[in-house]
């Protein structure tokens, strides 16, 4: 990713960032996606130790769910 942040200075030093706003989308979309990658993670290592469960039978018992509906 290649941003064209302008930099405002305050007193000489740095103070604000001003970016397009394509890129503060770019940089939004970015950090949701991480969030998500490190929510994933967690979930992933708080369940590790669960049994599994087949496909076929994950699927049986959401199909005969939605039928009694």
């Known amino acids: 990713m ?3 942040p302008q930099i ?3 007193d000489g030093a740095n103070e604000f960032v001003v ?3 394509k ?3 770019k940089i939004k979309q970015t950090l ?3 969030k998500d990658l490190v ?3 967690s979930a992933k290592v708080d369940t590790i130790k669960e049994p599994g469960i087949p496909f076929n039978a ?3 018992s959401l199909l005969s ?4 509906n």
């Not at 769910?65 to 009694?68: A, E, F, R, V």
């Open 65 to 68: 769910k939605k039928n009694k």
């Open 23 to 25: 890129d503060y989308l």
């Open 58 to 60: 994950a699927k049986e």
């Open 2 to 4: 290649e941003f064209e």
């Open 39 to 41: 929510d994933l993670r």
């Open 19 to 21: 970016l397009a706003y």
């Open 32 to 34: 949701e996606d991480y």
């Open 8 to 10: 405002i200075k305050k």
